[in-house]
Protein backbone atom coordinates (compact mmCIF):
# COMPACT_ATOMS: atom_id res chain seq x y z
CA UNK A 1 0.00 0.00 0.00
CA UNK A 2 2.32 2.57 1.24
CA UNK A 3 4.73 1.44 -1.47
CA UNK A 4 2.35 2.30 -4.51
CA UNK A 5 1.71 5.47 -3.09
CA UNK A 6 5.42 6.14 -2.85
CA UNK A 7 5.66 5.02 -6.84
CA UNK A 8 2.69 7.75 -7.56
CA UNK A 9 4.60 10.50 -5.22
CA UNK A 10 7.61 9.83 -6.78
CA UNK A 11 6.21 9.28 -10.38
CA UNK A 12 5.02 13.43 -10.02
CA UNK A 13 7.75 14.76 -8.48
CA UNK A 14 9.99 12.71 -11.26
CA UNK A 15 7.65 14.05 -14.48
CA UNK A 16 7.88 17.40 -12.24
CA UNK A 17 11.47 17.97 -12.22
CA UNK A 18 11.69 16.59 -16.00
CA UNK A 19 9.52 19.28 -17.08
CA UNK A 20 10.51 22.40 -14.58
CA UNK A 21 14.14 23.43 -16.73
CA UNK A 22 12.04 23.05 -20.13
CA UNK A 23 9.08 24.97 -18.62
CA UNK A 24 10.93 27.49 -17.05
CA UNK A 25 13.26 28.48 -20.14
CA UNK A 26 10.27 28.91 -22.24
CA UNK A 27 7.79 30.34 -20.02
CA UNK A 28 9.87 31.84 -16.81
CA UNK A 29 9.43 31.28 -13.22
CA UNK A 30 5.23 31.66 -13.79
CA UNK A 31 5.33 28.19 -14.89
CA UNK A 32 7.31 26.66 -12.06
CA UNK A 33 4.71 27.97 -9.63
CA UNK A 34 1.66 26.95 -12.11
CA UNK A 35 3.08 23.45 -12.35
CA UNK A 36 3.95 23.13 -8.34
CA UNK A 37 0.81 24.54 -7.68
CA UNK A 38 -0.96 22.20 -10.19
CA UNK A 39 0.72 19.19 -9.13
CA UNK A 40 -0.11 20.02 -5.37
CA UNK A 41 -3.86 20.25 -6.43
CA UNK A 42 -4.02 16.87 -8.08
CA UNK A 43 -1.79 14.78 -5.99
CA UNK A 44 -3.55 15.42 -2.83
CA UNK A 45 -6.69 13.65 -4.32
CA UNK A 46 -5.05 10.58 -6.26
CA UNK A 47 -3.51 9.78 -3.43
CA UNK A 48 -6.38 9.59 -1.06
CA UNK A 49 -7.99 7.56 -3.70
CA UNK A 50 -5.30 5.37 -4.11
CA UNK A 51 -5.36 4.60 -0.50
CA UNK A 52 -8.87 4.24 -1.09
CA UNK A 53 -8.57 1.83 -3.64
CA UNK A 54 -5.98 -0.67 -1.56
CA UNK A 55 -8.61 -0.70 1.11
CA UNK A 56 -11.31 -2.32 -1.29
CA UNK A 57 -9.53 -4.18 -3.38
CA UNK A 58 -10.86 -7.40 -2.08
CA UNK A 59 -13.92 -5.83 -1.14
CA UNK A 60 -17.36 -6.41 -2.68
CA UNK A 61 -18.36 -5.42 -6.43
CA UNK A 62 -20.19 -2.70 -4.81
CA UNK A 63 -17.92 -1.20 -2.96
CA UNK A 64 -15.06 -1.26 -5.84
CA UNK A 65 -17.93 0.40 -7.67
CA UNK A 66 -18.29 2.94 -5.41
CA UNK A 67 -14.35 3.55 -5.42
CA UNK A 68 -14.58 4.17 -9.42
CA UNK A 69 -16.97 6.74 -9.00
CA UNK A 70 -16.69 8.36 -5.76
CA UNK A 71 -12.82 8.20 -6.47
CA UNK A 72 -13.19 10.66 -9.88
CA UNK A 73 -15.58 12.40 -7.60
CA UNK A 74 -13.12 13.29 -4.80
CA UNK A 75 -10.20 14.13 -7.44
CA UNK A 76 -12.89 16.22 -9.88
CA UNK A 77 -14.31 18.08 -6.91
CA UNK A 78 -10.88 18.70 -5.37
CA UNK A 79 -8.97 19.94 -8.47
CA UNK A 80 -11.64 21.82 -9.68
CA UNK A 81 -12.49 23.69 -6.18
CA UNK A 82 -9.23 24.39 -4.93
CA UNK A 83 -8.29 25.54 -8.41
CA UNK A 84 -11.16 27.78 -9.01
CA UNK A 85 -10.24 28.98 -5.18
CA UNK A 86 -6.98 30.14 -6.03
CA UNK A 87 -8.19 31.43 -9.87
CA UNK A 88 -10.66 34.00 -8.26
CA UNK A 89 -8.64 34.58 -5.06
CA UNK A 90 -4.82 34.81 -5.99
CA UNK A 91 -4.21 37.67 -9.30
CA UNK A 92 -1.22 35.73 -9.96
CA UNK A 93 -3.15 32.21 -10.77
CA UNK A 94 -5.80 34.04 -13.13
CA UNK A 95 -3.88 33.12 -16.10
CA UNK A 96 -4.74 30.28 -18.54
CA UNK A 97 -1.17 28.65 -17.93
CA UNK A 98 -2.60 27.80 -14.78
CA UNK A 99 -5.13 25.65 -16.30
CA UNK A 100 -3.10 24.24 -18.71
CA UNK A 101 -0.72 23.14 -15.66
CA UNK A 102 -3.90 21.35 -13.70
CA UNK A 103 -4.49 19.63 -16.71
CA UNK A 104 -1.44 18.54 -17.67
CA UNK A 105 -0.83 16.96 -13.78
CA UNK A 106 -4.46 15.86 -13.62
CA UNK A 107 -3.89 13.62 -16.71
CA UNK A 108 -0.78 12.49 -15.61
CA UNK A 109 -1.76 11.81 -12.05
CA UNK A 110 -4.68 9.83 -13.14
CA UNK A 111 -2.63 7.67 -15.67
CA UNK A 112 -0.11 6.91 -12.91
CA UNK A 113 -2.92 5.50 -10.31
CA UNK A 114 -4.47 3.40 -13.04
CA UNK A 115 -1.33 2.13 -13.83
CA UNK A 116 -0.48 1.50 -10.12
CA UNK A 117 -4.26 0.03 -9.49
CA UNK A 118 -3.89 -2.31 -12.33
CA UNK A 119 -0.56 -3.56 -11.75
CA UNK A 120 -1.92 -4.21 -7.85
CA UNK A 121 -4.80 -5.90 -9.11
CA UNK A 122 -2.89 -8.22 -11.27
CA UNK A 123 -0.83 -8.78 -8.48
CA UNK A 124 -3.72 -9.74 -5.68
CA UNK A 125 -4.95 -11.74 -8.89
CA UNK A 126 -2.09 -14.02 -9.17
CA UNK A 127 -1.55 -14.60 -5.51
CA UNK A 128 -5.51 -15.56 -4.91
CA UNK A 129 -4.88 -17.83 -7.62
CA UNK A 130 -1.67 -19.07 -6.25
CA UNK A 131 -3.76 -19.77 -3.06
CA UNK A 132 -6.51 -21.25 -4.99
CA UNK A 133 -4.96 -24.10 -5.44
CA UNK A 134 -2.93 -23.28 -9.01
CA UNK A 135 -0.26 -26.01 -10.29
CA UNK A 136 2.87 -25.22 -9.19
CA UNK A 137 5.98 -25.99 -11.25
Known amino acids: MKKRLGFLIAGS??????????????????????SAAA????????G????????????????????????????????????????YSVPYFQQPGFWLAVLVYYLLTLTLEMVLIVTGRRALDGRS???????SP
Not at 39 to 44: Q, S, T
Open 13 to 34: LGFWVLAAYPAHTLWGETALVY
Open 39 to 46: LALCLVPT
Open 48 to 87: ATLLWADRVADGTPEQQLALVLGGTGVRMIFVLGAGLVLY
Open 129 to 135: GDRAGGA
